[in-house]
């Protein structure tokens, strides 16, 4: 199963402009996306990570009350 291409679209202001020039700044700018978006998810999973293990490794005594 092929993968579909992803479209950006862009608003008209001076943020989004200066946006797109600089992803079109790299000559691959498909890979520059990719490696960008995939370094930001891997930093979230990171993250996300972390928060599920304080959850396991808090200590809730009152979970023992509600038995």
């Known amino acids: 199963m ?3 291409p992803t479209a ?3 608003k008209d202001t ?3 402009r200066k946006l797109r020039e600089w992803i079109h700044s790299h000559s691959n700018f498909s890979g520059f996306v990719k ?3 995939r370094k930001v998810m891997n930093e979230e999973n990171v993250y996300n ?3 599920d293990k304080r959850k396991v490794n ?3 005594s009152n979970d023992l009350i509600d038995f």
């Open 14 to 16: 001076e943020d989004d």
């Open 8 to 10: 950006i679209s862009y």
């Open 49 to 51: 990570f972390k928060e």
């Open 58 to 60: 808090s200590d809730d």
């Open 2 to 4: 092929a993968l579909k």
């Open 35 to 37: 490696d960008t978006l």
